[in-house]
């Protein structure tokens, strides 16, 4: 009889783990696919930009840079093979903070890499899995990783950019903004710094509380409340918050919505208070995806290049 409940208490035990497992399923609700269905009857001539094999691109697919239990996050590497020390661009996808893949960013990290960069599109926990900050925690590590094998990837440890595209795009100029703040930073083994010395956003709202801004659910399930019910971790979650005399160099690019641009204006004002390098590119007709599609990408990817070759002073052969 003792051990028919013990097994009876051991097998519901573990029903319940897997049951637990198996209902934090990843949201597919965002890809490149739906984004192009949703946007073609509006923008009928948009196209997807294939994938590119560059001869002077190493890649490397699924490393994994951080492990929770038995749970691993991994990254994609984009390497120029120069043997010379490049820049690196850390990619952050997109999704609502709840959907979103790293392969998204791969034509861009090709295509970025090929120019003389070290690209790395990263995989993150969504909000169905952890909510904020435990995304910022994993692309801070994300950042230690990279930098403990700058030797491996032949990079730069002190020209290192952030680049992220909407969601992603928030959350990387976050990541900017609080360089080397312990408050964004989870206890890890890692001893080298999380700076980066450049962010690239792409229509990524800077402040979650503005008149511009419309976030909504999304931002609610990701910041685990309303802005009514958390509006400290709305304001401390919103880059806006932390810009200074140390934020870095910054570049937006942007769609003709307005609500993905709040808090822009006054990030930029701060920064030109204090001397600090910003540039703005528009694109007054396009999907908010943009940098997902032609005729916006090619102009996306060599506005990014341009931006990174000044902010680091980079010439091509």
């Known amino acids: 009889m003792q051990k028919a409940i013990t097994y009876s208490l051991f097998f519901l035990m573990f029903s319940s783990s897997v049951?637990?497992?198996?209902?934090?399923?990843?949201?597919?609700?965002?890809?490149?696919?739906?984004?192009?269905?949703?946007?073609?009857?509006?923008?009928?001539?948009?196209?997807?930009?294939?994938p590119q094999c560059y001869e002077n691109v190493n890649e490397i697919y699924d490393e994994v840079y951080k492990q929770i239990d038995e749970r691993k996050l991994h990254l994609d590497a984009f390497v120029n093979t120069d043997s010379l020390l490049k820049p690196a661009v850390v990619m952050v996808h997109g999704g609502g903070w709840k959907s979103g893949d790293k392969l998204h960013m791969k034509p861009m990290a090709q295509f970025i890499a090929s120019k003389g960069y070290a690209c790395f599109a990263l995989?993150?926990?969504?909000?169905?899995?952890?909510?904020?900050?435990?995304?910022?925690?994993?692309?801070?590590?994300?950042?230690q990783y990279i930098k403990s094998n700058a030797t491996r990837f032949r990079i730069d440890t002190t020209k290192v950019a952030i680049l992220g595209t909407s969601s992603g795009a928030q959350m990387a100029t976050l990541v900017g903004a609080t360089n080397n703040n312990s408050n964004f930073e989870a206890e890890t083994d890692y001893s080298t710094s999380t700076s980066v010395q450049a962010i690239v956003n792409l229509d990524g709202v800077i402040a979650f509380v503005h008149p511009k801004s419309s976030e909504g659910k999304m931002a609610a399930w990701w910041l685990g409340g309303t802005s009514k019910e958390k509006p400290e971790i709305w304001k401390q979650a919103s880059a806006l918050t932390h810009i200074d005399e140390n934020t870095p160099p910054t570049l937006f690019i942007s769609s003709q919505y307005e609500r993905f641009q709040a808090g822009r204006e006054e990030m930029i004002e701060i920064m030109n208070k204090h001397n600090i390098y910003s540039q703005v590119e528009n694109f007054p007709e396009s999907p908010h995806t943009f940098w997902l599609f032609n005729p916006w990408y090619k102009d996306t990817v060599n506005y990014i290049t341009t931006f990174l070759d000044k902010t680091f002073k980079k010439k091509h052969k």
């Open 123 to 143: 995989e993150y926990r969504l909000s169905d899995e952890a909510q904020y900050p435990e995304g910022i925690y994993d692309i801070k590590e994300a950042i």
């Open 19 to 50: 049951f637990a497992f198996q209902t934090i399923q990843k949201d597919t609700s965002y890809t490149v696919n739906s984004s192009y269905k949703k946007y073609k009857k509006h923008f009928p001539n948009i196209e997807i930009p294939k």
